[in-house]
């Protein structure tokens, strides 16, 4: 069996491709690699025999991947939606009952552990996007581009934002989203988007 742990997306497909073609299982928690290029990697997988084990790429402390997989699989899902990046769960969460500004908030976030020395996947939305992709691969037995979905992170959020919303009655969260859409009942086609 072997981990990869060393991250992106290049090295660590030729990493894992090599390692599936000379009979070995695979363990990774790297999202977008299987965001990415993971279509790719399960198709090797099946051709050699060979599992991946991905748990945790997506809300590792729940096992939501088994739960599709396994649970569900008799199912029809329509559609997905979750706050599934903690990072920015707890910087807008933050932002709203603390009244924060999103760089201290993000600062804290750092301080506490809660988010990367680099959060930028995180709080671009891009975190939140593969995982999206990888639900709605599973989800749906089909792949979507990442060129084709939206992603909007949390950035740009700013407190006058936060108390918009609020006097309205609504909090500001990140969500992955994912939705089948059934135009065509050949080829039925999954979306995913991350909005704030």
Request: glycine share 8%.
């Amino acid at each position: 069996m072997i981990i990869e742990l060393i991250g992106g997306i290049d090295r660590a497909f030729a990493f894992v491709k090599a390692a599936l073609e000379n009979g070995k299982a695979v363990v990774t928690g790297n999202k977008a690699l299987l965001a990415e290029r993971g279509q790719e990697l399960f198709a090797i997988a099946e051709e050699h025999g060979r599992p991946i084990y991905y748990e945790a790429v997506v809300a590792g402390g729940i096992p939501i991947i088994k739960t599709v997989q396994e649970s569900l699989i008799g199912n029809h899902i329509q559609s997905v939606v979750g706050i599934i990046n903690g990072t920015c769960n707890y910087i807008l969460t933050r932002m709203t009952e603390a009244n924060l500004r999103y760089e201290e908030a993000l600062e804290e976030a750092q301080k506490l552990g809660y988010a990367e020395a680099d959060p930028t996947l995180d709080v671009n939305g891009w975190d939140a996007a593969h995982k999206a992709i990888i639900l709605a691969s599973l989800s749906y037995g089909c792949w979507v581009p990442c060129d084709k979905i939206y992603v909007e992170g949390v950035e740009s959020v700013r407190a006058e934002d936060i108390a918009f919303a609020d006097k309205l009655g609504y909090t500001i969260k990140l969500l992955g989203v994912i939705k089948l859409h059934e135009e065509s009942k050949a080829q039925p086609s999954p979306s995913a988007a991350c909005p704030p």
